[in-house]
């Protein structure tokens, strides 16, 4: 049996119990969320669209709300998250620190990229912190990049069931693509107004781990400067790669 913790955090609590709620059962609207947690409906709002904004919840169209990418069952990344975000972030903010963009480092979990650590950029207009949020992994850079170095048959065993939500022989030209020019493009995919540039973490064996992002709002963007990004990526990722290595 577990007891509620003595100083337990009420706010924190009724996001979990919520979360489990979503989890457990097929859809809840606000009035149901407020009266399963008990409290008001401007409560259950706020703490539903938190849920939202980190992925934990999705909102339909007739409002009601469901388990979002987090939440829904999937293939797990085999990735050792802790590892890579100790290895990765000396390394990401050398990279803002030289391009003033915000980067991520993200893992592949089934059909969903994850981002495991993020780093803003300093300017004024920059792209926020993303760490933790989960994207569709073949709308995200990193994601794509992640997805270009998988087999024929393990991509179209991630995307069996993904119906016509996915045009797989479209995204596998894309990611042909991808492979050839070494890194992966998301113009507004998954945001409007963002743009990023992403690369696979170097892997001697097997699928890479990881993929690293260099993200800007999609105004900075020119591509008369992709060169530059991608040279700066492909540093980084390498110094990953060499940070991952046993000593």
């Known amino acids: 049996m577990k007891n509620k913790p003595p100083y337990a955090i009420e706010s924190v609590d009724h996001a979990l119990h ?10 809840l609207g606000v009035a149901e969320a407020a009266e399963r947690l008990g409290v008001s409906r401007s409560t259950a709002h706020r703490l539903l669209a938190m849920l939202v904004y980190r ?4 909102q339909d169209a007739d409002r009601r709300y469901r388990a979002g990418p987090v939440l829904r069952p999937g293939d797990a990344t085999s990735a050792p998250v802790s590892l890579l975000r100790r290895a990765a972030l000396p390394h990401l903010e050398a990279l803002v620190a030289k391009q003033r963009e915000t980067a991520n480092l993200m893992v592949l979990a089934g059909t969903q990229a994850l981002f495991v650590a993020s780093v803003e950029g300093d300017q004024v207009l920059r792209v926020g912190d993303r760490a933790g949020r989960a994207l569709p992994a073949h709308l995200a850079s990193g994601g794509k990049a992640l997805l270009a170095a998988l087999s024929p048959g393990e991509l179209a065993e991630r995307y069996a069931d993904a119906g016509d939500a996915v045009d797989l022989p479209r995204l596998r030209r894309e990611l042909a693509l991808v492979r050839k020019r070494g890194f992966a493009l998301n113009d507004g995919l998954t945001e409007a107004g ?6 696979a973490v170097p892997a001697e064996n097997g699928a890479p781990a990881a993929a690293v992002s260099l993200a800007m709002p999609s105004a900075r963007f020119d591509r008369d400067l992709l060169p530059r990004w991608v040279a700066a990526l492909s ?13």
């Open 18 to 27: 919520l979360a489990t709620l979503l989890q457990q059962e097929n859809s």
């Open 55 to 58: 992925d934990f919840a999705e």
């Open 194 to 199: 963002l743009t990023a540039v992403g690369m």
């Open 235 to 247: 540093a980084t990722t390498t110094a990953i790669e060499e940070a991952l290595r046993p000593q």
